[in-house]
């Protein structure tokens, strides 16, 4: 059974920093991992896909990475802002005839102007 | 604009009471997908749809019924039988087949005492 993780659970930093959040999943018979923001009380905004065939994707100060034969993604924050706090998510979306992700619990992120 | 609605934003029941939550997508997307999300646990499939008029369900589906009776919709029904309804729901589209990434709505939180 497909199994993720995300670590650490929540993350403070000054605003500026570089920061890496980590993801990690148990089996790597995937088609892709999705990482998503999600704002209290809102829903999943999308922030990157990465297929299984890609090793990493990058949109604006947002790049993640994928090593599917060791189960890990990472997404890393350059220049932190204050906008950047909510909570991360990723989900694997698991090979065979089953449509659905499966997601880790997320890492909460603050940024501290 | 092209999106995905859900409505209500917060919706109160009373125990032993049928409640239907709309989703509503213009994407053209011919997927849709009903998740849960409980605090300090990811996100669990309830439903998904890959096509009008057809259906499966995920992890979680007793206490649940769909219907998918247009593209554009996926009403999902919390009923009486669900032991503990309390949580926030949300809905999702994508493009059919395992590439795609999904697509979320604001949600719809529901207390049910």
């Known amino acids: 059974k497909q199994e993720v993780t995300q670590i650490p659970a929540a993350l403070s930093v000054p605003e500026g920093e570089n920061l890496v959040l980590n993801c990690s999943f148990t089996d790597s018979a995937i088609y892709n991992l999705q990482w998503f923001r999600q704002d209290p009380g809102k829903g999943l905004t999308s922030l990157l896909l990465i297929q299984s065939s890609q090793r990493e994707q990058t949109s604006g100060r947002l790049n993640a990475s994928l090593d599917k034969s060791s189960g890990r993604s990472t997404l890393y924050i350059a220049a932190s802002q204050p906008g950047d706090s909510a909570t991360y998510l990723c989900a694997v979306r698991p090979l065979g005839g089953f449509q659905k992700l499966v997601f880790g619990t997320g890492t909460r992120l603050l940024v501290s102007p | 604009d092209g999106g995905i609605t859900q409505s209500p934003k917060y919706l109160f029941r009373k125990e032993g009471q049928n409640v239907t939550l709309s989703c509503e997508q213009n994407l053209n997307h011919d997927a849709m997908y009903w998740y849960r999300q409980d605090p300090g646990q990811g996100l669990r499939l309830i439903y998904y749809?890959?096509?009008?008029?057809?259906?499966q369900k995920g992890d979680i589906a007793e206490g649940y019924s769909v219907s998918r009776e247009k593209k554009e919709s996926f009403p999902l029904t919390v009923t009486s039988a669900q032991k503990n309804p309390t949580a926030f729901y949300l809905c999702a589209s994508s493009m059919s087949g395992q590439s795609y990434e999904q697509y979320f709505g604001p949600g719809t939180r529901l207390t049910v005492t």
């Open positions: 749809s890959q096509i009008v008029n057809d259906f």
